[in-house]
């Protein structure tokens, strides 16, 4: 039977109109293309006919084009966690997110091993080796001890140590990517000090290693800094780096939830309102413990910008201090995919260069005096010239 003449075009602007507004599916989602949308919907009389469905389909706009990653090149990038899993919420996963960012952008194969207890470092270290792998990122401080030794004793591969140190300067296979982190926790200080109602703010580590009191210090310091600019008294809990021997708040590692949470509820009673847990993912023990307070009580992230990774919290995070692990681990990789020697010359991660700062403050921005983030953008840029020491 003939078809009327006004019908193939009408078919054509329902198909037309079909496929951009088709449903999410699948076969879309990973590059269908069009001829499954039709066959979805086979439903339409006259699809049947060949030359119809040709003329309808010349003049439909052409379907969206197959997303693509980057070509695979020949470069293996690994990485060995700390204590915990790769998303923890913290550093492991911020060092994570570099690893498969650079798979994605740039088209590198990876590897890694997560390490649920200290005794897991150096097998997952000698698994990577195993691997082939072209660099090795050990996360977190507590690995120094097992890469430094597997620098050394796989003198053909190259190693990453995040958070720690070469301890042997004739070991060339081993970077040290390093923070300073009092910098950026400087600044954290003096906004908790200015935030704060009570004038009593509190700080706690995961443990009593230089990568932690690095934070502990300079929000210590920045809290003082406040103190002598204001007049205003204020009292901090958990860190005194000035003590002839300085102790302070620790849990009995990054797990502790319980020691956290037991911290957290102490300095809370002796009126803090502002906290900063400086151990890894904890920071939820901390929001477990001002929840049961009933009290009006915010604390300060580290590592990640906690609002963001983990919103939950985001209407008790004030801000927090960023250690940009994500970025150091990507521009290592892509040195090196881009053709550049391995070497032992360190990454320093600064508020210079944006290695770390503080983050957004979300929901309390409206609630933080312009004066106070005036003071702050003068303190971050005396600390990048050279005229405020955050350890002072």
Do not use: H
């Amino acid at each position: 039977m003939a078809w009327p003449g006004f019908f193939i075009p009408a078919i054509a602007v329902t198909i037309c109109n079909l496929v951009p507004t088709a449903p999410a599916s699948p076969g879309l989602a990973s590059g269908g293309n069009l001829v499954n949308v039709i066959t979805r919907k086979r439903g339409l009389a006259g699809l049947a006919l060949v030359g119809a469905a040709t003329l309808v389909l010349a003049g439909c706009a052409a379907a969206p084009e197959e997303e693509t990653s980057a070509p695979e090149v020949d470069f293996t990038g690994c990485a060995v966690s700390d204590e915990g899993s790769w998303n923890d919420k913290s550093f492991n996963e911020a060092a994570y997110e570099g690893l498969t960012t650079a798979k994605d952008d740039l088209g590198i194969k990876t590897a890694d091993a997560e390490s649920q207890t200290t005794e897991d470092f150096a097998p997952n270290l000698d698994e990577m080796v195993a691997a082939n792998c072209d660099v090795i990122f050990a996360v977190g401080f507590n690995l120094i001890d097992a890469v430094n030794a597997a620098a050394v004793a796989n003198p053909d591969s190259n190693f990453v140590t995040i958070d720690g140190f070469v301890a042997d300067p004739a070991t060339t296979n081993l970077k040290a990517v390093q923070y300073s982190m009092n910098q950026s926790s400087y600044l954290a200080g003096y906004l908790a000090a200015g935030y704060s109602t009570t004038k009593v703010v509190g700080t706690y580590g995961g443990l009593q290693i230089d990568a932690v009191t690095d934070f502990m210090s300079g929000f210590y310091y920045g809290a003082k800094a406040y103190e002598k600019d204001s007049g205003t008294p204020v009292k901090v809990l958990g860190w005194d780096p000035t003590a002839a021997t300085p102790s302070g708040d620790f849990t009995d590692g990054f797990g502790d939830t319980e020691g956290a949470k037991s911290i957290s509820a102490g300095q809370i009673a002796q009126d803090a309102d502002v906290l900063f847990p400086v151990a890894g993912g904890l920071f939820s023990a901390s929001s477990e413990a001002i929840n049961e307070s009933g009290k009006d009580v915010v604390f300060i992230g580290v590592d990640k910008d906690i609002a963001v990774t983990s919103p939950e919290y985001a209407d008790q995070v004030l801000t927090s201090v960023e250690k940009r692990m994500t970025t150091a681990v990507y521009d290592i990789i892509k040195e090196l995919v881009d053709g550049a020697a391995f070497d032992g010359k360190s990454y320093v991660g600064t508020l210079a260069n944006e290695g770390t700062d503080l983050a957004d403050f979300g929901s309390f921005d409206d609630k933080i005096d312009a004066d106070l983030k005036t003071k702050l953008d003068e303190i971050k840029a005396g600390i990048i010239d050279g005229s405020i020491d955050p350890l002072a």
